[in-house]
């Protein structure tokens, strides 16, 4: 008898031990998980740059332990799909897509491995998403276009320099920014405005489509096209040599010389990505089902020392915050 108690004692305390590490390992799996994320972009600017900066700490703050696989594809799009398609191929958990190519290659490399987005303009021409509301598949995220900022930048330029004709630097082949430059030139149907377009297909051309503007427009504009962004200095320093305004469309353009811009912070979209993300990775909602977003808190920004180049006197009532 006493020998039979000592060995039930003995199953009973082994048993527990096994059960206490098991409890052991599954809280530790759960609690301690690496996620794998995969980030795709088709350029290195300041811009996508923070915008990256911006996810990371999303799912830093949120204690999402994750180890990351940037990609940068310098602008060469056959290098873009190669990007997506090593990312599917090492089975990555989520896929950062930073920017409109990296996100198009990214969706047609994979139906399955869940893709948020930024830095995007049209989501839905784009054909990432079915609707902003319900973008439906694996792919969701945030766009860089707020519905006022085009608007607000042509009346700025028209009824505060008095500009008529708008010179747009853009890549044709990217389907963001053509989205953009269409958006323009119907915006300026009723303006007694118009647009003169010089396209170019890598950065290295960026300077000398800017060159072949001077004489035929008043003013430009540089939307969020990478390929010209990545090369801003080559239109900046063509523009102020001519004296005529650039106006961009995000804030880092601004730092790095031009003019002013409607815009947000690239920082922001790349935070909110990422709290979209980590919903996806805990598990709490699928891409299908997250609403993609729009910019929050259009302000204008304008260079005080562009301004001073140009010889325009920054007015009160513009309440634009200034940089150097």
């Given at each position: 008898?006493?020998?039979?108690w000592?060995k039930?004692?003995?199953?009973?305390?082994?048993?527990?031990?096994i059960?206490?590490?098991?409890?052991?390992?599954?809280?530790?799996t759960?609690?301690?998980k690496k996620?794998?994320?995969?980030v795709?972009?088709?350029?290195?600017?300041?811009?996508?740059n923070?915008?990256?900066?911006?996810?990371?700490?999303?799912?830093?703050?949120?204690?999402?332990?994750?180890?990351?696989?940037?990609?940068?594809?310098?602008?060469?799009?056959?290098?873009?799909?190669?990007?997506?398609?090593?990312?599917?191929?090492?089975?990555?958990d989520?896929?950062?897509?930073?920017?409109?190519?990296?996100?198009?290659?990214?969706?047609?490399a994979?139906?399955?491995?869940?893709?948020?987005?930024?830095?995007?303009t049209?989501?839905?021409g784009a054909?990432?998403v079915?609707?902003?509301e319900?973008?439906?598949?694996n792919?969701?995220?945030?766009?860089?276009a707020?519905p006022?900022?085009?608007?607000?930048?042509?009346?700025?330029?028209?009824?505060?320099l008095?500009?008529?004709?708008?010179g747009?630097?853009?890549?044709?082949?990217?389907?963001?920014?053509?989205a953009?430059?269409?958006?323009?030139?119907?915006?300026?149907?009723?303006m007694?405005m118009?647009?003169?377009?010089a396209?170019?297909?890598?950065?290295?051309?960026v300077?000398?489509?800017?060159?072949s503007?001077?004489g035929?427009?008043?003013?430009m504009?540089i939307?969020?096209?990478?390929?010209?962004?990545?090369?801003?200095?080559?239109?900046?320093?063509?523009?102020?040599?001519?004296?005529?305004?650039?106006?961009?469309?995000?804030?880092?353009?601004?730092?790095?010389?031009?003019?002013?811009?409607?815009?947000?912070?690239?920082?922001?979209?790349?935070y909110?990505?990422?709290?979209?993300?980590?919903?996806?990775?805990?598990?709490?909602?699928?891409?299908?089902?997250?609403?993609v977003q729009?910019?929050?808190?259009l302000?204008?920004?304008?260079?005080?020392?562009a301004?001073?180049i140009?010889?325009?006197?920054?007015?009160?009532?513009?309440?634009?915050?200034?940089?150097?």
């Amino acid at each position: 008898m006493k020998n039979s108690w000592k060995k039930m004692m003995a199953v009973i305390f082994s048993t527990t031990l096994i059960l206490a590490a098991c409890g052991d390992g599954g809280e530790k799996t759960a609690s301690s998980k690496k996620y794998k994320i995969g980030v795709t972009q088709i350029v290195e600017h300041p811009s996508l740059n923070a915008a990256y900066d911006g996810f990371k700490k999303a799912l830093e703050d949120a204690g999402i332990d994750a180890e990351y696989d940037p990609q940068i594809a310098q602008g060469d799009n056959s290098a873009n799909t190669t990007i997506a398609t090593n990312l599917v191929s090492a089975k990555v958990d989520l896929i950062f897509a930073n920017s409109t190519p990296s996100a198009q290659a990214a969706a047609s490399a994979t139906s399955d491995i869940p893709i948020v987005f930024t830095s995007v303009t049209d989501a839905v021409g784009a054909e990432l998403v079915k609707s902003m509301e319900s973008p439906g598949g694996n792919v969701t995220g945030t766009i860089d276009a707020h519905p006022d900022a085009i608007s607000d930048t042509m009346k700025f330029l028209k009824e505060q320099l008095g500009a008529k004709k708008v010179g747009m630097v853009f890549n044709s082949g990217e389907q963001n920014s053509r989205a953009q430059v269409d958006a323009v030139k119907e915006m300026l149907k009723g303006m007694d405005m118009t647009v003169v377009e010089a396209s170019v297909a890598t950065s290295a051309d960026v300077k000398q489509a800017a060159e072949s503007l001077i004489g035929k427009v008043d003013s430009m504009y540089i939307i969020t096209d990478n390929t010209v962004v990545s090369a801003l200095e080559s239109v900046i320093s063509v523009a102020n040599d001519n004296k005529i305004p650039v106006m961009v469309a995000e804030f880092d353009s601004v730092k790095r010389g031009g003019l002013a811009a409607y815009g947000f912070e690239y920082y922001d979209i790349g935070y909110e990505a990422g709290q979209m993300a980590v919903k996806i990775l805990k598990g709490e909602s699928k891409p299908a089902d997250l609403p993609v977003q729009v910019p929050q808190n259009l302000k204008l920004v304008m260079n005080k020392k562009a301004a001073s180049i140009l010889g325009i006197d920054i007015k009160d009532e513009w309440k634009a915050e200034l940089v150097e």
